[in-house]
């Protein structure tokens, strides 16, 4: 079982920088890919970056390529979302979310989630 929870987000203005955390608990997590995803109302729930926990290969969508970093902290078990120049298109829930198989950008390949947290960037 593992357990996901999320933290970080915020209000702030266009071009500001914040910092989300994604705390996992797992006994076993060494083969996981961790991924963050984000949802606006009543649009699909997409995905924005994730990250190979052994060997810390990273991938992102193209909306957040170069201004997001996706980072793990290994002792702390936590994967790290930094974001940087954030715009008023950024505005959503940010989840975070672990998959055991493989490299995923679908919602339906992930197993288990965290509850989210909101990011808002006003403009």
């Known amino acids: 079982q593992v357990q996901l929870v999320e933290s970080g987000g915020g209000l702030v203005q266009a071009g500001d920088s914040l910092r989300l955390s994604c705390a996992v608990s797992?006994?076993?997590?060494?083969?996981?890919?961790v991924a963050w995803f984000r949802q606006v109302p009543e649009k699909e729930r997409e995905f924005v970056a994730a990250i190979s926990w052994r060997g810390g290969t990273t991938r992102y969508a193209d909306s957040v390529k170069g201004r997001f970093t996706i980072s793990r902290e290994n002792a702390k078990n936590t994967v790290l979302l930094q974001m940087n120049s954030l715009k008023p298109e950024d505005t959503a829930v940010y989840y975070c979310a672990a998959n055991s198989r493989t490299y995923s950008t679908a919602r339906l390949s992930y197993d288990y989630w965290g509850q989210g947290t909101q990011v808002t960037v006003s403009s």
């Open positions: 797992s006994r076993t997590f060494s083969n996981y890919w």
